[in-house]
């Protein structure tokens, strides 16, 4: 079975993010970049099919400048056995829609039985390609998944996703896009000679024209980015416990008009 | 010249990491506490390919070499040297040894399963009354038909208790001093081979160091590594590699309290701003600051020379000197920076400052290490310093 | 009606829709006075639910009722909107966050070809078009951003838009717009619920309680709860605990978890590392207790307690009781 896994590239949580000068995106000096926690639940399960089916290739995916690669590469080290990078400066300023409509272009061109992305990307949170992907594709889609197996012909796939107040659990027929929420699994470290191995493997570049997508604008536009407002000065309440805490409650109520 | 690390070390250096911060450090301080050997955890990093990095694939190894290997060993130890030390035992004290002086059917017998991380190995040279002076081996190994049968005592073997091979050195011939030495792979279970007590000490707590008795224990002809009377040649190679390891360890420790300081400095607040902002406090970040990097560039070289297959006996000691020194000077200084929190075991720095001292004192002592460097150096041999 | 802003409903499946409604249709009535719809997919509304929407000032209603709306698949729902949405030309079509909504908006976008902005914390009309503000960066920016074409999409985040104050005896024209049968690719198998706390969803509730790793196990978050049952809170958990296996994955606030943006945040033994601050860091009110002064949870709390928790929630628990008493 193939199985299609898309990846982004995001700032580390711990890194320090400043807005560069055009005020629309982030100054990429001395980031920490990582792959979306997300993706690698989608990386580890792709790659746990595969094993339990004893076959199968998993290719990962991945849309974003050079340094993307390394991103890639972190896949290929993890077990992932060739990678595609949509790597070209007509999407360097992508929404949502346009992302999914490459990666559609990718999953047409390689005819994978499944695909798997990151519930959503840490970076600006959107959480929409996966479904856009499944739209445009015409397939069906479980988002939040907490579990799947795929029957043994390899014909549908049975996947719970988390709601609000419990799991629904669907019968998927193949191809199908499934989006990993966090407790689907635990991901693998890549070994170390996952990590030499990966070298070996092939990260392919794929520019727009080789997929036949034309540019287009993006849909969705960043007209600006802004600081934070700071939040007003707290106030550490100070006595024993009963005193402090009584203090808490009155000045919740009163001042703060929180209860 | 360039100082950037491949894309595979910066892998290797970011899944160390990661692995170090998420499963090490939860335990770190209890496995200290406690004294306990950390299994779980040591078996998964020999699952991660970390116990046989600078072991060529073919046998059980990641291959990554030497570069990758003080990266690794570095963020190990950032987090616990006990981890880190194990690591460095398997890699360079007993893997390396056997890689490059064993022959095929001992390779794959004895170094395979350490390399995958399957079992443990010990590396057991010092005696009772032969710590610096390794050449005063009193271990003794008699040839008997096929079988030597060994009798004496190893002291301080670290990992010595949990360790499935034993790289023991004996003397086979008195008469010729250090060349009379010979190396042996002794596997537990052996009659006559016994562990001894395990030490009880002030730092790397959770690895255990043992004292292993050989009492008419009768090792097969097949279990020596190299020829009669290259012993002492194999663990000196062995102690090369291995002070690159020691020296990335210490780099770690003192990395690991160097950030904790720099953290502190930015909350603490004394005199109405936070401690960073106080001149003597800086003063001290920025000499550790500046050991730390001296230590990691020294290491590095050291390293790459090993990598490169070229002479590093010098820069291994010169690398394992000022990165002890310097852990032992940074971690001082953590606790300084600390102030009276830093005496106590909640702050991680106290930890620090105990397991930085045994880097002054294995695999050679840092006035070792000055012998080393100046009498190679008065030779005109200096391993291009 | 053309140029409409649609308002999706959100419902509890059982014919209601949640109250978090009421804020996406405030907010959509404040960004267009009198052109307020809400648009309802569902196996069955209740009267009551219908007469609920016109109250919070939908002008009207367009009911979707078909088995097959339930449960919810994108597949089904994205058709049908999508066809309705061909038919009325509405400027934008608003839901809540939730799962579900999070998915099927995203679907309906790429089926109109328009651009979506997720996790709404702000909207504004800037001349004849929609800015939407929004939270990236684990919470450490706000990204405004614009569409290139209408219907504009978006999704609110709950608890932070002013809701609509119900006006009785204020009604919605109800419409069924007809169907084409929506086929599905998707079989329903199950539904598995989960063990009740008896206390308000994370996402949903106006006070949430969150426990980390100075609750030193999973047996301690009883306090919390108990404290939850007082107040009417939801308790959650910081990714330290849920990692330790001490609270199921749900319950997580933060980066990988819950968004959360409470009126009330009360955070015991939390350090506050950033993703937790991620998923909490708009809650209006944070107070937060740890025994620790140099937690960083402090720099963004507005009231702190350094204590031991063990010995504050009991006290607070007691306090909480005192006042609802009187």
């Given at each position: 079975?193939?199985?299609?896994?898309?990846?982004?590239?995001?700032?580390?949580?711990?890194?320090?993010?400043?807005?560069?000068?055009?005020?629309?995106?982030?100054?990429?000096?001395?980031?920490?970049?990582?792959?979306?926690?997300?993706?690698?639940?989608?990386?580890?399960?792709?790659?746990?099919?595969?094993?339990?089916?004893?076959?199968?290739?998993?290719?990962?995916?991945?849309?974003?400048?050079?340094?993307?690669?390394?991103?890639?590469?972190?896949?290929?080290?993890?077990?992932?056995?060739?990678?595609?990078?949509?790597?070209?400066?007509?999407?360097?300023?992508?929404?949502?829609?346009?992302?999914?409509?490459?990666?559609?272009?990718?999953?047409?061109?390689?005819?994978?039985?499944?695909?798997?992305?990151?519930?959503?990307?840490?970076?600006?949170?959107?959480?929409?390609?996966?479904?856009?992907?499944?739209?445009?594709?015409?397939?069906?889609?479980?988002?939040?998944?907490?579990?799947?197996?795929?029957?043994?012909?390899?014909?549908?796939?049975?996947?719970?996703?988390?709601?609000?107040?419990?799991?629904?659990?669907?019968?998927?027929?193949?191809?199908?896009?499934?989006?990993?929420?966090?407790?689907?699994?635990?991901?693998?470290?890549?070994?170390?000679?996952?990590?030499?191995?990966?070298?070996?493997?092939?990260?392919?570049?794929?520019?727009?024209?080789?997929?036949?997508?034309?540019?287009?604008?993006?849909?969705?536009?960043?007209?600006?980015?802004e600081a934070l407002p700071p939040r007003p000065p707290g106030r550490i309440i100070q006595g024993d416990v009963p005193t402090a805490v009584k203090e808490l409650v009155r000045a919740l109520r009163e001042d703060a008009k929180a209860i | 010249m360039t100082f950037d690390l491949t894309s595979e070390q910066q892998l290797i250096q970011a899944t160390a990491r990661e692995f170090a911060e998420t499963q090490i450090r939860p335990i770190a301080a209890e496995i200290d506490r406690d004294s306990r050997?950390?299994?779980?955890?040591?078996?998964?990093?020999?699952?991660?390919?970390?116990?046989?990095?600078?072991?060529?694939?073919?046998?059980?190894?990641?291959?990554?070499?030497?570069?990758?290997?003080?990266?690794?060993?570095?963020?190990?130890?950032?987090?616990?040297?006990?981890?880190?030390?194990?690591m460095s035992v398997n890699n360079s004290l007993y893997g390396d040894p056997i890689a490059r002086f064993g022959t095929d059917a001992q390779r794959e017998r004895f170094l395979t399963p350490v390399a995958s991380g399957h079992a443990h190995g010990c590396f057991a040279l010092t005696e009772p009354q032969a710590g610096s002076d390794a050449t005063n081996q009193a271990t003794l190994a008699v040839r008997d038909g096929d079988h030597y049968v060994l009798n004496g005592c190893k002291r301080f073997?670290?990992?010595?208790?949990?360790?499935?091979?034993?790289?023991?050195?004996?003397?086979?011939?008195?008469?010729?001093?250090?060349?009379?030495?010979?190396?042996?792979?002794?596997?537990?279970?052996?009659?006559?081979?016994?562990?001894?007590?395990?030490?009880?000490?002030?730092?790397?707590?959770?690895?255990?160091?043992?004292?292993?008795?050989?009492?008419?224990?009768?090792?097969?002809?097949?279990?020596?590594?190299?020829?009669?009377?290259?012993?002492?040649?194999?663990?000196?190679?062995?102690?090369?590699?291995?002070?690159?390891?020691?020296?990335?360890?210490?780099?770690?420790?003192?990395?690991?309290?160097?950030?904790?300081?720099?953290?502190?400095?930015?909350?603490?607040?004394?005199?109405?701003?936070?401690?960073?902002?106080?001149?003597?406090?800086?003063?001290?970040?920025?000499?550790?600051?500046?050991?730390?990097?001296?230590?990691?560039?020294?290491?590095?070289?050291?390293?790459?020379?090993?990598?490169?297959?070229?002479?590093?006996?010098?820069?291994?000691?010169?690398?394992?000197?000022?990165?002890?020194?310097?852990?032992?000077?940074?971690?001082?200084?953590?606790?300084?920076?600390?102030?009276?929190?830093?005496?106590?075991?909640?702050?991680?720095?106290?930890?620090?400052?105990?397991?930085?001292?045994?880097?002054?004192?294995?695999?050679?002592?840092?006035?070792?290490?000055?012998?080393?460097?100046?009498?190679?150096?008065?030779?005109?041999?200096?391993?291009?310093? | 009606?053309?140029?409409?802003?649609?308002?999706?409903?959100?419902?509890?499946?059982?014919?209601?829709?949640?109250?978090?409604?009421?804020?996406?249709?405030?907010?959509?009535?404040?960004?267009?006075?009198?052109?307020?719809?809400?648009?309802?997919?569902?196996?069955?509304?209740?009267?009551?639910?219908?007469?609920?929407?016109?109250?919070?000032?939908?002008?009207?209603?367009?009911?979707?009722?078909?088995?097959?709306?339930?449960?919810?698949?994108?597949?089904?729902?994205?058709?049908?909107?999508?066809?309705?949405?061909?038919?009325?030309?509405?400027?934008?079509?608003?839901?809540?966050?939730?799962?579900?909504?999070?998915?099927?908006?995203?679907?309906?976008?790429?089926?109109?070809?328009?651009?979506?902005?997720?996790?709404?914390?702000?909207?504004?009309?800037?001349?004849?078009?929609?800015?939407?503000?929004?939270?990236?960066?684990?919470?450490?920016?706000?990204?405004?951003?614009?569409?290139?074409?209408?219907?504009?999409?978006?999704?609110?985040?709950?608890?932070?838009?002013?809701?609509?104050?119900?006006?009785?005896?204020?009604?919605?024209?109800?419409?069924?717009?007809?169907?084409?049968?929506?086929?599905?690719?998707?079989?329903?198998?199950?539904?598995?619920?989960?063990?009740?706390?008896?206390?308000?969803?994370?996402?949903?509730?106006?006070?949430?309680?969150?426990?980390?790793?100075?609750?030193?196990?999973?047996?301690?978050?009883?306090?919390?709860?108990?404290?939850?049952?007082?107040?009417?809170?939801?308790?959650?958990?910081?990714?330290?605990?849920?990692?330790?296996?001490?609270?199921?994955?749900?319950?997580?606030?933060?980066?990988?978890?819950?968004?959360?943006?409470?009126?009330?945040?009360?955070?015991?033994?939390?350090?506050?590392?950033?993703?937790?601050?991620?998923?909490?860091?708009?809650?209006?009110?944070?107070?937060?207790?740890?025994?620790?002064?140099?937690?960083?949870?402090?720099?963004?709390?507005?009231?702190?307690?350094?204590?031991?928790?063990f010995e504050v929630v009991p006290e607070l628990t007691k306090e909480f009781k005192k006042l609802l008493e009187k």
């Amino acid at each position: 079975m193939k199985i299609l896994v898309t990846i982004k590239q995001v700032p580390d949580t711990a890194t320090q993010v400043k807005i560069a000068a055009d005020g629309k995106s982030i100054d990429t000096a001395g980031i920490t970049w990582i792959v979306s926690p997300y993706d690698e639940f989608a990386v580890e399960e792709a790659l746990r099919i595969k094993e339990k089916r004893g076959q199968g290739e998993v290719v990962a995916v991945s849309l974003g400048p050079d340094r993307v690669k390394e991103a890639l590469r972190s896949c290929l080290a993890m077990g992932c056995d060739r990678a595609i990078h949509l790597n070209d400066a007509a999407w360097s300023a992508a929404d949502t829609l346009a992302t999914a409509k490459a990666l559609a272009a990718v999953v047409k061109q390689e005819a994978p039985q499944l695909v798997l992305c990151g519930r959503q990307a840490i970076d600006d949170d959107m959480g929409a390609v996966t479904a856009q992907l499944a739209e445009l594709l015409g397939w069906p889609c479980a988002y939040w998944i907490m579990e799947e197996t795929i029957d043994t012909d390899g014909k549908a796939v049975r996947a719970a996703r988390q709601v609000e107040g419990g799991l629904e659990v669907f019968d998927l027929p193949l191809p199908a896009v499934l989006a990993a929420q966090k407790g689907l699994n635990e991901p693998r470290y890549p070994t170390l000679k996952g990590i030499m191995g990966a070298k070996k493997k092939e990260i392919r570049d794929v520019k727009a024209a080789d997929l036949g997508i034309a540019a287009e604008p993006s849909q969705l536009s960043v007209v600006g980015l802004e600081a934070l407002p700071p939040r007003p000065p707290g106030r550490i309440i100070q006595g024993d416990v009963p005193t402090a805490v009584k203090e808490l409650v009155r000045a919740l109520r009163e001042d703060a008009k929180a209860i | 010249m360039t100082f950037d690390l491949t894309s595979e070390q910066q892998l290797i250096q970011a899944t160390a990491r990661e692995f170090a911060e998420t499963q090490i450090r939860p335990i770190a301080a209890e496995i200290d506490r406690d004294s306990r050997f950390p299994h779980e955890t040591v078996k998964r990093m020999g699952e991660l390919g970390l116990m046989g990095m600078v072991i060529p694939e073919r046998w059980g190894g990641s291959g990554a070499g030497a570069q990758a290997y003080v990266v690794a060993l570095e963020e190990i130890a950032r987090v616990c040297a006990s981890h880190a030390v194990v690591m460095s035992v398997n890699n360079s004290l007993y893997g390396d040894p056997i890689a490059r002086f064993g022959t095929d059917a001992q390779r794959e017998r004895f170094l395979t399963p350490v390399a995958s991380g399957h079992a443990h190995g010990c590396f057991a040279l010092t005696e009772p009354q032969a710590g610096s002076d390794a050449t005063n081996q009193a271990t003794l190994a008699v040839r008997d038909g096929d079988h030597y049968v060994l009798n004496g005592c190893k002291r301080f073997v670290t990992t010595g208790r949990e360790a499935s091979f034993a790289l023991v050195f004996c003397q086979t011939d008195r008469a010729k001093g250090h060349r009379g030495i010979t190396a042996f792979v002794v596997e537990k279970g052996t009659r006559g081979f016994t562990v001894g007590k395990t030490e009880d000490k002030l730092g790397i707590r959770a690895s255990d160091t043992a004292e292993l008795l050989f009492d008419d224990c009768r090792v097969p002809v097949q279990s020596r590594i190299g020829d009669e009377g290259q012993g002492f040649k194999i663990a000196m190679t062995a102690i090369d590699g291995g002070r690159v390891g020691i020296a990335a360890q210490a780099i770690g420790i003192a990395t690991g309290a160097y950030e904790r300081s720099v953290a502190y400095a930015r909350e603490r607040r004394a005199f109405g701003v936070i401690i960073g902002e106080h001149q003597m406090v800086q003063w001290m970040l920025a000499d550790m600051a500046v050991a730390i990097d001296g230590a990691r560039l020294l290491t590095r070289k050291a390293a790459a020379l090993k990598d490169a297959g070229r002479p590093y006996r010098t820069a291994a000691a010169m690398a394992k000197l000022f990165a002890a020194e310097t852990a032992m000077k940074v971690t001082t200084d953590a606790i300084q920076v600390h102030g009276g929190y830093g005496f106590i075991k909640e702050y991680e720095v106290e930890r620090a400052f105990r397991d930085a001292k045994i880097t002054q004192l294995y695999e050679g002592t840092s006035q070792i290490q000055k012998l080393v460097v100046a009498r190679h150096l008065l030779r005109g041999d200096h391993d291009g310093v | 009606m053309p140029n409409a802003f649609w308002c999706i409903v959100e419902d509890d499946r059982n014919g209601s829709p949640k109250k978090v409604m009421a804020e996406v249709i405030g907010e959509a009535a404040r960004l267009a006075p009198g052109r307020v719809e809400a648009v309802w997919l569902t196996d069955k509304a209740s009267e009551a639910g219908l007469k609920q929407l016109g109250e919070w000032g939908a002008s009207r209603v367009l009911l979707l009722e078909n088995a097959a709306f339930a449960p919810y698949r994108s597949e089904v729902w994205t058709a049908a909107a999508a066809d309705l949405a061909a038919r009325e030309s509405p400027a934008a079509i608003l839901a809540p966050v939730t799962s579900r909504q999070r998915e099927f908006v995203a679907r309906l976008a790429a089926r109109l070809g328009v651009g979506l902005a997720a996790d709404s914390v702000r909207f504004a009309m800037e001349g004849d078009k929609l800015v939407a503000t929004r939270p990236v960066y684990a919470g450490k920016l706000l990204s405004k951003v614009t569409w290139a074409k209408s219907p504009w999409v978006a999704t609110l985040r709950p608890n932070v838009f002013r809701p609509a104050e119900a006006q009785p005896g204020k009604t919605a024209a109800v419409e069924r717009p007809s169907l084409s049968a929506p086929g599905a690719q998707m079989k329903f198998v199950e539904r598995r619920e989960e063990v009740s706390t008896g206390l308000p969803e994370l996402t949903e509730a106006e006070t949430v309680i969150s426990g980390g790793r100075g609750m030193k196990g999973p047996e301690n978050y009883v306090i919390l709860e108990e404290l939850g049952r007082v107040i009417g809170a939801a308790v959650g958990a910081s990714r330290a605990a849920v990692d330790a296996g001490w609270r199921p994955h749900r319950f997580q606030i933060g980066q990988t978890g819950r968004t959360i943006s409470p009126k009330l945040y009360l955070g015991f033994g939390v350090s506050g590392a950033i993703q937790h601050l991620a998923g909490m860091r708009t809650s209006k009110v944070i107070v937060a207790v740890n025994k620790d002064p140099e937690a960083p949870i402090f720099k963004i709390a507005d009231f702190g307690i350094v204590a031991d928790l063990f010995e504050v929630v009991p006290e607070l628990t007691k306090e909480f009781k005192k006042l609802l008493e009187k």
